[in-house]
């Protein structure tokens, strides 16, 4: 089977639950050796990737650990004088989460903004 | 002509009103014959598909009529105790909403957020 | 190289400034002449396409300039009231915002929802 591949938007935070939940039920719909998945936040949302909140952190480990790509645009980061090393270690920074976004969709990766 | 295909994302209650407007607008713009059309709800969005307010209803059902797909995905029915018995009747339940939106881009389907 | 090609998609006047970021940032990193990009304008977003706000202006003037397209959906201007004389003279009209989304992304445009 042809892998199933998706971009995963998020530029608020309060838009974070909703895309946890997405990307859980897809990777256990289609089995996570079948579906390759990265999930872009800029804007705003970037501040979810560092900070205590143990629920998020442990929810968003999970789906690492079963492959699931977390990006951080560096434009994002900036403007709220976000450090990436202060950012949880299974996150990738990119220099411009939009150009990924670009980038993906032209490789095939279909778009889905929760 | 080759017929547009489009997939409307509909996660939130509150983007339901303009989502039927958009699709209304575009399938008078091609012309129905010209156009396949689906409506995927996930999340809260799926509340929409079933109730009493007769205005929607209308809306939706000549829409259907008119050739729109409504989709509700059933891990959304599961999180919110809809019974797929009490969905409206044009409303066809899909096992995830998120694998359809990916397949369908897949197939050539452009994606909107309204 | 070739061009990489997106459509941005605005239907909420709230959304403007972020979406304005986006664009600025994704044409600084892969330079103006290596892509090409529109952003749609439909809903209550085409208020936002006149008026006295001159930040606003002079930030969207600066990006035509740069070869961003600006467009309105001439179903929202009707709906608000607003004339095509009425709004800036860089952006210009098509008939069905919806229709031009779905016909660039059969063009090979990436769509993003700021």
Chains 1, 2, 3 share one sequence.
Request: hydrophobic content about 40%.
């Amino acid at each position: 089977m042809k892998k199933l591949k998706a971009i995963f938007h998020v530029n608020e935070t309060e838009n974070w639950k909703k895309t946890l939940i997405n990307v859980t039920n897809f990777v256990n719909d289609v089995g996570e050796g079948n579906a390759e998945v990265e999930i872009l936040a800029n804007g705003a949302a970037v501040l979810f990737y560092t900070g205590e909140e143990e629920d998020r952190y442990e929810q968003m480990k999970r789906l690492a650990g079963r492959g699931v790509q977390f990006l951080a645009c560096r434009n994002a980061l900036k403007m709220h004088s976000l450090g990436e090393e202060s950012l949880y270690p299974f996150v990738r920074t990119v220099p411009a989460g939009i150009t990924e976004i670009v980038r993906r969709q032209g490789e095939g990766f279909a778009y889905i903004k929760p």
